[in-house]
């Protein structure tokens, strides 16, 4: 990753101006998976994997926004935005410019350059870590404060309406407020948020499958569909719930007959994990590593048996983890179908683990995965190159 100075070198070279400079994490979800859009409780923590960009104002309305891991500029303007091809990399700044529009932030036209080192198409977030940079940024050189709460939620708004994924807030949210050291405790309903102190004797170990998650958002969409319909079912006999947050075990299993059975996995599976999120905070606390790791595989077990979105790869990576001396607990992060396995290991044990682990996954797959060591990092921020006031508030 290039440093700061070397960011404003390559804009100058690039747009021929200077510029203020931000960036937004990736993160990794400890537990609380596919909870975020069923008004649940996720625990997730920034990463020290960041979406950088560079901005300076532009005065004829246009966006130009270069994105140098694509090696493309795309030119837009400000008063017709509009989405490019599927799955074109632009369609993240651009959804946010759009979406601080629609919200009637008074933004300008501008010149962008992004760079991330956040691995692409690994379940780490690095979509949040675009939106969240670039909305930093354009807010910025317009001078317009806004709260974080509100650009997470209007960068969530670009992808799921520009975007067309139907993702919940977890992954803007930590990328806006992470904090050093913490994990988030968030309640995806009423935006409270708590933070968590990790245990500084315990390490956050990432580990890639290598096999790249981004095919799945059909799948995504159609699990967040199953939840919509056991939230209508339930509701013909529990007319107060409003989404699975507000369903207990008992009450979803004493209707389980009136729920096509996949749906009903889908339901025990967000309830069960909302309260194993609960639990986990609980267990943080007295460092209850047993606890914690029980948690973990339970919530792995119930992603791929009931929520059925993990895979060979990610059940083979936290079944060798499992084995190994030193590791308090393994189960897959973020959406599935690929993507990576969260590892919470003894800090002794990380660099024997991360061996191990490569070498065994290397040797039942012929895949090398790549294994990140990331403690819990800050959430957006401007760099510090000139004295500017920061325009949000983290209240
Ligand atoms: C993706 C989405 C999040 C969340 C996770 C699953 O990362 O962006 O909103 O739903 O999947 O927990």
Redesign the pocket.
Known sequence: MKTPLQLLDAFKARFGSAASIYRAPGRV?LI??????NDGF?LPAAIEFYCWTAVAPRRDGKFVIHSENFNETVEAGLDSLSPLGKKHWANYPLGVAWALRQAGKPITGANLYIAGDVPLGA?L?S??AVEVAAGFALLNHSSHAVGLAELAQLC?KA?NEFVG?R?????QFVSCFGRASHALLLDCRSLEHKFVRLPADLQLVICNTMVRHELASGE?NARRAECEEGVRILRTVFPEIRALRDVTLSQLEAHRRELPPKVFARCRHVITENARVKSAVEAFHPGDTAALGRLLQDSHRSLRDDYEVSCGELDLMVEIAVAQPGLIGARMT???FGGCTINLVKSASVTDFGRNVAAEYFSKTRLTPEIYVSPASEGAQQMALEETKPPYDRN
Do not use: K
């Open positions: 979800n609380g998976e596919h909870t975020d859009y996720v379940g977030s979509s949040a969530q992808e994924a993702v919940g807030i977890m992954d995504y973020g959406g599935g």
